[in-house]
């Protein structure tokens, strides 16, 4: 096992990547398949999770002895459980790839796509960073992660849109540009349609978010996505503990980013060492508040992965 304090100092200001990236499927294979197996380190296993009450107000001021967690049904230590949105040393920085569609249908909508990107850009806090990837036939994402908040919105302000919409290859690549960062890890994702131009499938992409400790968001604009392309976006969400948005109007963007910040700010950070050693097979995490009429939203599971013994090194012939 790993030196426990050590990882609780580094977890109270980063989670690292090998205690973190951990979520694979959402629920266990079907009986004489294999479960995907992630390359990961599960001494400490990291969730973020969002509590509200039934009118959907955030439950704020939750400590230690409010909560109980469950890995398959069995109850866990937790060592870490905090407010992401501490104030000074006390706040977990956030890391967030905003994933923008700038295909040829967004070419009368950019402009509010535009707006309602750079104003989430705005209300980040001091201590987080962003990326912006923005994908039609191809892929692109700006240089690095960056608190430079007016560099952000000149990468914003120049998208263009034309061509098609690779929507799988674009989260697919957010995901893989998020999986190294410290702290907390947010992926928006946002398309006015279906995939029609992407080189992975959806299933390599939802298995990568799951196999990442981020929280996906999808929004797909609802005039545009039929019941099998929201499937995607509503799928990964699901599993990462994110959440799906379908606004009726381009105008409504602003709000939707909105409240996806606002979530942000509530965040609620934990960590635990599983009782059970790594066995290559599925756990489920279920987070309970001792409190009446609020709910939990935290990612469904993870894969607890052994990790493969190093191959010998040859022996040199005499």
Not at 28 to 37: F, H, I
Not at 230 to 255: N, V, Y
Request: aromatic share 8%; glycine share 8%.
């Amino acid at each position: 096992m790993r030196r426990a304090a050590a990882v609780l100092v580094a977890l109270a200001m980063a989670i690292p990547d090998g205690a973190a990236a951990q979520a694979p499927p959402t629920q266990a294979p079907p009986p004489g398949q294999k479960p995907l197996v992630v390359e990961v380190d599960v001494d400490v296993v990291s969730v973020t999770a969002v509590v509200f009450d039934k009118a959907g107000r955030f439950v704020r001021g939750l400590g230690p002895a409010d909560i109980e967690l469950f890995e398959d049904g069995v109850p866990q230590e937790v060592s870490l459980f905090r407010e992401a949105s501490g104030k000074g040393d006390e706040e977990i920085p956030l890391s967030v790839v905003l994933v923008l569609d700038t295909s040829g249908s967004m070419k009368e909508n950019m402009d509010f796509l535009k707006e309602a990107a750079i104003n989430f850009v705005y209300k980040l806090e001091d201590v987080d960073t962003a990326l912006v990837v923005q994908f039609n036939d191809s892929v692109k994402g700006s240089a690095e992660f960056t608190g430079d908040f007016d560099r952000l919105e000149r990468f914003v302000g120049s998208l263009q849109a034309w061509g098609g919409t690779s929507l799988f290859d674009a989260t697919q690549y957010g995901l893989g540009r998020i999986r190294d960062q410290p702290g907390r890890k947010a992926v928006i994702v946002f398309s006015d349609g279906a995939d029609t131009t992407s080189q992975i499938d959806e299933k390599s992409v939802i298995a990568t978010a799951q196999a990442i400790e981020a929280t996906v968001y999808g929004i797909g604009f609802k005039a545009s996505f039929g019941p099998t392309a929201t499937g995607f976006l509503k799928r990964i969400s699901s599993d990462t503990g994110g959440q799906f948005f379908s606004p009726d109007k381009m105008a409504e963007l602003i709000k939707t980013f909105a409240e996806i910040s606002q979530e942000l700010k509530n965040h609620y950070m934990l960590a635990y060492s599983p009782k059970r050693a790594p066995d290559n097979t599925f756990r489920k995490i279920e987070l309970r508040v001792k409190r009446e009429n609020v709910q939990v939203r935290v990612r469904k599971g993870y894969v607890a992965a052994k990790r493969r013994k190093p191959r010998a090194p040859a022996t040199p012939r005499p």
